[in-house]
């Protein structure tokens, strides 16, 4: 059972009398605590199951938690990554030990099997590596330095979920926050909030979960208006280990929504007279939804257009084992763009991602991890509806969540003999919904792509991946008609495609799946592109083109629930080793490291309320082309009416208008001059602010001929490393702006790369974007000068000394 309420308690110290003894045991009366215990671990990279092995041995290293061991070997160049078991250590120190106290450790997440001793004697585990989970430490903790170790192991386990055929890397490691939790004997478990709520009033069902409750106590709770006004008190007296109260008749509530997520604060107490025995807070939203059959989805009786993105738990360096300020960060930004929907795929997380939400008006699709795999065994199942429980009760309470995802491509690559029988797939899915229904009553269920179980579930999405997969993207809204029609609640998660940040091309393929010549040379004669995702360029530009037509349509489309993005970041995965960066998903709107690429801003013109005004594209800096030839250019804004000049000439002001494509209308004809161009546009927003953005071009008339070398320089950067920069060249030093092979850095002496970080400027390994790959790294300590090389099978290598 879970007996901490994570994120949401109300934090007290313990204070010791003077009546405690030598043995700094007290009978002092406790106070709820929850203190987080993250720094000075010891960790033991060795796959041994006896404790005792593990002490003996004396290689442990110091590490803070969050902690994981594929943090770099994930993404590195080796084919696979550690797939094992690892220990931790820790001395936690506790001066006194009241006898009237409990004590646990509370583990918000270790990947993904795990078990826990203290003071030598196993006191807990846990199955599955996203939930959080408590062992009870009472029997075991003394006064003084207790010795707490914990195996975590991620290896290849076909009776836990996900299946390792998922599309992502499953870390290993103590992958989130660890804290130590002192509650007094009669304390709070649980408090799980059911709000019932309209326009005019609301009310809300407490269930309050408590250890063993003297009938002398009364539970308490007062609920507080998001501006601090008390606005209802009620209490019970407690009957055993649970109690039910309510709040009745609140008037005109301050309601939850996307744009104004007002949060309302539950303090449940437990008192005996007039003394506080326990107290916790809750963070309450009040708010109540409705999803129209074959048509939109209303939040508070209005319509609301779900806009979303996708979010896997990981960030160049760390993996998963990222801080709470970094998820915080991936939240603020999906925010800034707009975005009031994610998807949380395909595993719940961090309970500051939750937090997050809550606050900043994120509606939330929160997922088993039953992601490809199929049926399994008995065991299995068990781990997998335990799961299931896990969820809905450790985040039961979160408004942001409006659907608990029973899972996604279930079907697919089997881990089990049968397990893609989809009779019996029914059967238990059925089972999975049934529970969570019985458990939430409140939210709905929801898969993606298990189109047998469609009608089992309340919202399913199918795979729609216009103009990447297969198909055009030009054939999104016959895609969105024939679905509105086919399910009740139809909502489209996943499109998009993969983009490597820098590469345009002036013969982006089209909506059609063709590529168009300019009329410079006939390499280029409408070629059909039958699979977009194998064939086609992976340019920012066509991305650009892709996202902005699903936008308008989606946007235009009056009766469509709305659709979620695929993925925000660029993500590790084990399934793509021969990726543009390796074992790197690159279908983000921001790399790895939370830099925007190119169409980010297309999804903030659509969605943001923040002006802006930003011209395609900022890493595009160095294009070609035939003298006289004019080429479009398109400026992404959410401002009413831009401006755009060329080399100082306005060429025009622009209405914006959704219904036109590309930039919604906002495209400009220009004819470059050879050598730099200024180009600069001017955006006037509704209330008449005026924001600007400039972008220097560089063109020639000359085409590159084939490339004969790799140059390269260097450039110091602002946080103190060298950003090396390779470039492909011809025989007249012309960089080669269609050259898009893979190349291979290397720090000889001197200093060292950043690398299996997975991204533009962390990979040794990397294709070049229109001619071009960087790399970053860091110099050693002292005056040893910097060597360092670019190589790849076609040319030599090309060495660079930087003193």
């Known amino acids: 059972m879970n007996h901490f309420l994570k994120l949401w308690v109300l934090v007290f110290v313990i204070t010791a009398s003077c009546d405690s003894d030598m043995s700094g045991i007290s009978t002092t009366t406790v106070e709820r605590s929850k203190i987080i215990i993250n720094q000075d671990w010891q960790y033991l990279e060795h796959p041994t199951i006896d404790i005792n092995e593990a002490l003996e041995k004396q290689d442990w290293e110091s590490v803070n938690l969050p902690h994981t061991w594929n943090a770099l070997d994930a993404t590195d160049l080796n084919p696979g990554y550690r797939r094992s078991s690892s220990w931790y250590k820790k001395d936690l120190e506790i001066e006194i030990i009241a006898d009237n106290a409990v004590y646990e450790l509370y583990f918000e997440g270790v990947n993904i099997v795990s078990e826990v001793y203290v003071n030598g004697t196993k006191v807990g585990g846990h199955i599955g590596g996203y939930i959080g989970f408590t062992v009870d430490i009472t029997d075991v903790v003394k006064a ?308 047998e179980g469609a009608d089992i579930v309340d919202v399913f999405s199918p795979s729609i991946w216009s103009g990447w997969y297969s198909g ?66 992976w340019s920012e530009n066509y991305m650009v083109d892709l996202f902005d037509w699903h936008l308008r349509i989606s946007e235009t489309d009056s009766t469509f629930i709305g659709n979620a993005q695929w993925a925000f970041k660029d993500f590790g995965t084990p399934l793509r080793p021969e990726n543009d960066i390796p074992y790197i998903n690159q279908k983000g709107l921001v790399d790895r490291d939370n830099n925007p690429k190119d169409s980010y801003y297309v999804f903030k013109s659509y969605w943001s309320d923040e002006p802006f005004v930003w011209i395609e594209s900022h890493t595009w800096t160095e294009r070609q082309g035939p003298k006289g030839l004019e080429r479009e250019i398109s400026v992404y804004s959410n401002a009413e009416e831009v401006e755009f000049f060329m080399n100082g000439k306005s060429l025009g002001k622009k209405i914006k208008d959704v219904n036109k494509f590309p930039a919604s209308g906002l495209t400009w004809l220009v004819d470059f001059k ?100 960087t790399i970053e790294l860091i110099r050693n300590d002292g005056s040893e000068q910097l060597e360092v090389m670019v190589i790849n099978q076609s040319f030599k290598g090309t060495y660079l000394v930087i003193e």
């Open 674 to 773: 050879e050598g730099d161009n200024e180009m600069r546009a001017v955006g006037t927003m509704k209330d008449g602010d005026v924001v600007n953005d400039e972008l220097l071009v560089n063109y020639r008339f000359t085409k590159n001929g084939k490339p004969k070398a790799l140059t390269l320089d260097s450039k110091q950067l602002d946080n103190g490393n060298i950003l090396l920069i390779a470039q492909a060249v011809d025989a007249d030093g012309l960089r080669c702006l269609d050259y898009e092979e893979r190349v291979y850095f290397q720090a000889l002496s001197g200093g060292t790369t950043i690398k299996s970080h997975g991204t533009p400027t962390g990979s040794e390994s990397i294709k070049m974007a229109n001619g071009k790959a």
């Open 472 to 537: 055009s993207y030009k054939s999104y809204q016959k895609a969105i008609n024939q679905y509105k029609a086919q399910y009740k609640h139809f909502i489209h998660t996943e499109y998009g495609g993969s983009s490597h940040v820098g590469r345009h091309t002036e013969n982006p393929i089209t909506g059609e799946g063709a590529i168009q010549a300019d009329g410079w040379e006939e390499a280029i004669v409408q070629t059909d592109v039958a699979n977009i995702a194998q064939i086609g360029d």
């Open 144 to 451: 003084g330095s207790n010795e707490v170790l914990v195996r975590a192991d991620n290896s290849y386990d076909p009776e836990v979920i996900p299946s390792q055929k998922s599309d992502f890397f499953i870390y290993g490691g103590i992958t989130r926050d660890v804290w130590l939790v002192t509650l007094p004997e009669t304390h709070i478990d649980r408090v799980k909030v059911t709000p019932t709520v309209s326009a005019e009033n609301a009310s809300v069902l407490i269930n309050v979960e408590t250890s063993t409750l003297p009938k002398e106590f009364i539970v308490d709770c007062e609920l507080t208006s998001p501006t601090g006004q008390s606005v209802k008190m009620t209490e019970a007296v407690g009957t055993d280990k649970f109690t039910s109260l309510s709040f009745e008749n609140i008037d005109s509530p301050e309601l939850w929504s996307t744009k104004t997520p007002n949060l309302y604060t539950l303090t449940t107490i437990i008192k005996n007279g007039d003394k506080i025995i326990d107290q916790t807070e809750e963070k309450v939203g009040l708010r109540w939804f409705e999803f129209k059959d074959h048509g939109a989805f209303y939040l508070n009786g209005e319509r609301l257009l779900l806009r979303g993105t996708h979010r896997h738990e990981e960030h160049a360096g760390v993996g998963a084992a990222m801080s709470n300020e970094q998820h915080r960060a991936d939240m603020e930004l999906i925010k800034s763009m707009g975005t009031n929907f994610v998807r949380l795929a395909h595993y719940p997380q961090d309970p500051e991602v939750y937090k997050a939400c809550d606050e900043l008006g994120l509606i939330v699709w929160d997922e088993l991890p039953w992601c490809r795999g199929g049926l399994g065994n008995d065991v299995w199942q068990e781990n997998t509806t335990d799961m299931l429980k896990g969820i809905i009760n450790q985040n039961y309470n979160h408004p942001s969540i409006v659907f608990w995802s029973l899972g996604n491509e279930m079907y697919w690559l089997p881990d089990f003999e049968d397990g893609d029988n989809t009779e019996k797939m029914n059967q238990y899915l059925q089972s999975l919904n049934d529970r969570a229904h019985k458990m939430d009553p409140s939210r709905v269920t929801a898969i993606r792509k298990y189109y």
